[in-house]
Each structure stands twice: as structure tokens, then as C-alpha cells.
T-cell receptor
Framework: AQKITQTQPGMFVQEKEAVTLDCTYDTSDQSYGLFWYKQPSSGEMIFLIYQGSYDEQNATEGRYSLNFQKARKSANLVISASQLGDSAMYFC?????????????FGKGTHLIIQP | SAVISQKPSRDICQRGTSLTIQCQVDSQVTMMFWYRQQPGQSLTLIATANQGSEATYESGFVIDKFPISRPNLTFSTLTVSNMSPEDSSIYLCSPGLGGHNEQFFGPGTRLTVL
């Protein structure tokens, strides 16, 4: 079984600052994948970034990067140069060794508010 | 990424009734995942539907309450049966498109039960 912990229920950040959203995970699987999603108030789930447990480099996608520290079982999302449109709920999720055959386990999320 | 659509986008239903949610994908997929997001909560996996076999339900979810169909590789339905106000949630489908390094979601069905 997998478990995701997001310890920041809410965050306020000034526009243009960098943001780090925390995520720790627990699993007994050797192979697993970690995901981050953005959910604006409209409710859609927007896939942001993926990190595989065997990936040697941290994943990056535009302004998003994933700070993956395997020994600490953490997978923090870093958003550089935050924008007002980044205000949303952010969810960390993972799936285990079943790969695409497994569903995702989600954390409780972090509500990020970018202030002008 | 594939185009994923859900119908209805939202609905308001009376307790005791049932609602069938449709999920359509523009490409063939083997696995279809259904999730529930209760108000102010995170997403929880309801079941995994593999075409040609019975759906597999997660702990706390049963087939009588959430029957799922997978008539073909591009379509699936989730029925919420004998609804109560506690079933008020967003229901999302998520097709397994084959790549292990991405997972997309449909736009969701926002259900309110009175």
C-alpha cells in the first residue's frame, strides 16, 4: 500500500517568488512513480510532472521541477517565478510497481494562493 | 494526450435515484480508473475497469453501489446507485493510456444529491 503526506494545507506566496510544495511518501515497492497535479477552482485535474523511482535526474517541465530525494522519500514540487494563475489546489500522488495497471494514491493537497 | 470527455458535466439528483456517468476517450485504452472527490477532499480510487473482465473495487466501494461497464476500449460508465447526500462529489474517470509516466483525467462530473 502507498501513502502520500502533504503537510501544508494552505500557502500564501507573493507573485514572482518561487514556491516549494512538500510531499512525502511511503511505499514498500521498489519501483514506483510520483505525480503532481493542479486543480483550479473549475475542478479539472491538470497533470504537471512525473518522477520515476529509478530516474536519476529530477524531472522538470517548464516552470515546474520536482525535487526528488529518494532516501528521504520526498518529492517536493518547485514552481519558479509564481504567477497569479498558479493559484489552485495541488495534489501529490503516486502509484506502485504495477505501473499503468495501478491507480493513483493521492495526498490531501495544498491550497496555494499567489498574492499580487 | 488523449481527449477525454464525461457526461453529464454536472447534475442535481434526488436521494434514492441513480445516475450513470459516461466517459469517452478518443483512443483505445485497456484500463479505466474511476475516482471520487468529496467536497474539500482529495481523490479516492473507486475501481479499476479492465475491458473484458469484472471491475476491481477498492476497499469501501462495492459493485452494487457503483456498477461499472466497459462495453469497448474507448468507453466506460459508472453508475451511482440509490444515491444519498453523502454521494455528492466530483466523479472523474482516468484512462490508462499505456504510458506509465503520465495519467490524465476527464473533466469530471459534479454531482449534488438532495
Amino acid at each position: 500500500a502507498q501513502k502520500i503526506t502533504q503537510t501544508q494545507p494552505g500557502m500564501f506566496v507573493q507573485e514572482k517568488e518561487a514556491v516549494t510544495l512538500d510531499c512525502t511518501y511511503d511505499t514498500s515497492d521498489q519501483s514506483y512513480g510520483l505525480f503532481w497535479y493542479k486543480q483550479p477552482s473549475s475542478g479539472e485535474m491538470i497533470f504537471l510532472i512525473y518522477q520515476g523511482s529509478y530516474d536519476e535526474q529530477n524531472a522538470t517541465e517548464g516552470r515546474y521541477s520536482l525535487n526528488f530525494q529518494k532516501a528521504r522519500k520526498s518529492a517536493n514540487l518547485v514552481i519558479s517565478a509564481s504567477q497569479l494563475g498558479d493559484s489552485a489546489m495541488y495534489f501529490c500522488a503516486m502509484r506502485g510497481s504495477g505501473g499503468g495497471a495501478d491507480g493513483l494514491t493521492f495526498g490531501k493537497g495544498t491550497h496555494l494562493i499567489i498574492q499580487p | 494526450s488523449a481527449v477525454i470527455s464525461q457526461k453529464p458535466s454536472r447534475d442535481i439528483c434526488q436521494r434514492g435515484t441513480s445516475l450513470t456517468i459516461q466517459c469517452q476517450v478518443d483512443s483505445q485504452v485497456t484500463m479505466m480508473f474511476w475516482y471520487r472527490q468529496q467536497p474539500g477532499q482529495s481523490l479516492t480510487l473507486i475501481a479499476t475497469a479492465n475491458q473484458g473482465s469484472e471491475a476491481t473495487y477498492e476497499s469501501g466501494f462495492v459493485i452494487d453501489k457503483f456498477p461499472i461497464s466497459r462495453p469497448n476500449l474507448t468507453f466506460s460508465t459508472l453508475t451511482v446507485s440509490n444515491m444519498s447526500p453523502e454521494d455528492s462529489s466530483i466523479y472523474l474517470c482516468s484512462p490508462g493510456l499505456g504510458g506509465h509516466n503520465e495519467q490524465f483525467f476527464g473533466p469530471g462530473t459534479r454531482l449534488t444529491v438532495l
